[in-house]
Structure formats: C-alpha cells, structure tokens
C-alpha cells in the first residue's frame, strides 16, 4: 500500500542510475530513454561538466536564500538575456512557476489591462494561474472556479485573436510549438504576424518556451527559428538538465514595472541547480544546436522509411519529435517500447513524443527504429 497520493500513474518500472542516453532498472536492465524526463536532460543523464558543476557548488553551499547577492544568478542572467535579447530574469524552480510570475508581471505591466489571451490546446502548468491559462479544460475537472481575466482562442489563428484584443487586453501567452497538445507547429507566419500585432495594440507577446526552449528544436529558444523578440520568455525543464529551475526572462518595459516586494521564491535560483544551469547554457554553443538539428533531422528520417500504415504524419523541429497515428494506438506503443526498454511519451491517444537527448547517436537512432517498426507490426 504506497502512502504517495494517487496523481501520478506510474509504469511498473523504477530506475536508479542514468549514464549519457541509458537508464538502468533496479534488476541492471539497460533501457534507451528518448523521452528525457519529459524534455529535461537535454546533455543526458550524469553528464560529466555539468555533474561536476553542480557537485563543486553543493561542497560549497547549498542555501542563502534570494536576501543576499548571488553572483551565480548574476552570470546565468546575463547569459539568457545576451542569448535573447531580452533584459532581466527571474528565477523560479519550475515552469509552471515561470508562467505565475509572466502573469503577474504582465498584469503589472498592463495597469488596468488585466487580460491575457491564451491558446486551446496550451499547456502551462498545473497551479492556479498556470492551469487558468491552459487550454485544455479537462485539466480543470474539480479546481474550479479558474483565476479570471484569460480568452481562449484557436492556436495558429491571427484573425481570432485580433477579435479578442479589447481594452482589457495586455498580453497574449502562447507555446510557440505546442508540446503537451502534440508537437503542434503553428505556419511559419504566425509568430512575426502575431508579434506586429502585438507591437500595433500595445500587447505584451509571452511565449512560453518551457519545453521547446533550451536548445530542443536547434535554436536556444524556439521562437528563434522566426526573426521577432518576445516580450517575456518562460524557460524551466531543460535550464539545468534535470535539477528544478525555471526562469522568467523580461524586456525592459516589464522589467521597469517590478519593484523588491512584487514577487519572490525562497528557493528560486538555488545555488546548485543555478551551478548546472551556467553549464548548461556554455554547452549549448552553435556547433551542439546544429547538431541537435540535425539529430532530429535523421531521427524523422529514419521514421519515415519505415513507411508504416499507422504512421500517419511525423512533425517536429530538431528533437522534439511527434508521430501521429491513424489509430489511438499511442498509448499502447509507448507501453510496448517501455517493456522493449525504451522510454517514449505520449500525447493523448494518436501522439507518440520523442524528446531524447542532444547526445544521441546515430546508432542509438537505428536502434529506435528497429524496435519501434517491430513494436508497429505487433499492435
Ligand atoms: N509549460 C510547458 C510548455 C510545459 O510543457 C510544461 C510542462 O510540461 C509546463 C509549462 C509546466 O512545467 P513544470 O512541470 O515544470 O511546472
């Protein structure tokens, strides 16, 4: 009988040590994990600078809290803002907690204008402001009633919220590829067109970049496969490879709105996972996005020979990676490569995401491949 509360479903499965792309059982058992920790370990797991970054601050110091100067957050902040072009960063430990804090800044920012425009299908995160902002009602079964003050439009759709914009408006918040709701690519015009809108009607634009940001798609940020600077950026998951931090990255207008007393987490740029996070961003050089590109290139390729009738579309940027079923298999999928040792994840039913690590191999690819069109021809 587990004393854990039941919000989790669990695979009968447990690890206990990690090493670069493999993951091993508590028997030994060697398992490929394509999945990452849901977009996490981006440099794989036990990678040796940043195992070493972080174990040099924990012999050093664990805690002081946000009271005192912490030069360490100084260096990552003006590595996320040289590497966005935006102006400062607030540390958090989580994306979620990203979002809340890009809420009350823009709500701060706007003065009167309290409402933020969001996208169905959207995932932000699971505390009240978060999940008031995701689209996806089901999430919201038992916690009503929801924090007001958010529209819902269709994602990938100008003309929708062009309707929505009134003088309540402040802000639209969107993934700029939607990851929980499926590896959703908007066109290539949204993102500049939804950004002149935004500069037209005096809107902030906030893209969360929690799960496609930190090099996942081959950019730092994903929003830079387009030529537009947002106004906030939410970035958590992949910012320290796996220990909890999130970050919210503001413009300077925003920034000028937040005072000392406005917002603030005893934990939020913890020292160690802010160690991990400054290797993390030195490793993330143009060489190794490219390479992350190009990796996601030959995994969607490799796929596609396969040429499988229950494939029915693979999508994606570098190594965040959706494959479409014709059936509501993908569940099912992901159950049988977990007991073919590899680790997957799914979005709903028709979705299987692939979200493995920079320093996969192309042996490590064929090898997928050749599990997963067996795993295919069974189900
Ligand atoms: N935003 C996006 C786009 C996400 O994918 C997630 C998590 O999957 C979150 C926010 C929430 O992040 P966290 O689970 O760290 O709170």
Same mark, same amino acid.
């Given at each position: ?15 206990? #040590?990690? *090493? ?9 058992? *060697?398992?490929? =994990? ?25 012999? &050093? ?7 005192? #100067? ?13 590497? !966005? ?26 003065? =009167? ?18 999940? !008031? ?19 819902? @439009? =269709? ?7 062009? %309707? ?15 990851? #929980? ?7 290539? %015009?949204? $993102? ?12 902030? +634009? ?71 996070? /400054?290797?993390? @961003?030195?490793?993330?050089?143009? &060489? ?5 590109? /190009?990796?996601? %290139? ?13 494939? &029915? ?15 509501? @298999? ?6 049988? +490569? $977990? ?14 995401? +692939? ?14 491949? *050749? ?5 295919? !021809?069974?189900?």
């Amino acid at each position: 009988m587990s004393a854990l509360l039941k919000n989790y479903s669990r695979y009968p499965v447990e690890f206990v #040590e990690g *090493k670069g792309i493999n993951l091993y059982d508590v028997n030994g058992t *060697k398992y490929l =994990d394509f999945l990452s920790g849901i977009a996490v370990t981006g440099f794989g797991h036990r990678h040796k600078e940043i195992t070493e970054a972080a174990n040099n601050q924990l012999n &050093k110091l664990w805690h002081v809290s946000n009271l005192f #100067e912490a030069t360490q957050q100084e260096n990552l902040a003006a590595k996320l803002t040289k590497k !966005s072009g935006l102006h400062s960063v607030f540390f958090c430990n989580s994306g979620t907690e990203a979002n809340e804090a890009a809420i009350k800044f823009a709500r701060k920012w706007g003065g =009167d204008r309290k409402t933020i425009i969001v996208a169905n299908g959207s995932f932000h995160g699971r505390t009240m402001g978060s999940l !008031s902002a995701t689209g996806q009602k089901k999430l919201w079964n038992g916690f009503t009633p929801m924090l007001q003050g958010f529209k819902f @439009v =269709d994602f990938n759709n100008i003309d929708q919220i062009k %309707e929505q914009i009134d003088k309540t408006v402040c802000a639209v918040m969107i993934e700029p590829i939607q990851g #929980e709701n499926g590896i959703i690519i908007p066109d290539d %015009e949204y $993102l500049p067109e939804l950004k002149q809108l935004c500069n037209e009607k005096n809107i902030l +634009l906030i893209l969360d970049e929690v799960q496609a940001g930190m090099g996942r798609t081959g950019k730092f940020f994903a929003y830079q496969w387009s030529n537009i600077l947002p106004d906030i950026i939410t970035s958590a998951k992949g910012l320290a490879n796996g220990l909890p931090l999130g970050a919210t990255i503001c413009g300077k207008s925003v920034a000028n709105t937040i005072f000392p007393g406005d917002h603030g987490s005893t934990f939020g740029g913890n020292p160690v996972a802010v160690a991990a996070a /400054n290797k993390v @961003v030195d490793l993330l050089t143009e &060489k190794q996005l490219l390479e992350n590109y /190009n990796n996601g %290139e030959t995994l969607k390729k490799e796929i596609l020979s396969l040429k499988n009738p229950l494939i &029915k579309t693979i999508r994606g940027k570098g190594l965040m990676i959706g494959i479409e079923f014709t059936k509501p @298999v993908a569940k099912v999928i992901a159950k049988e +490569l $977990l007991k073919n040792k590899i680790l997957v994840g799914n979005s709903g039913d028709t979705v299987l995401r +692939l979200l493995p690590p920079f320093i996969i191999t192309k042996d490590d690819i064929q090898k997928f491949a *050749k599990i997963f069109i067996s795993v295919l !021809s069974k189900v």
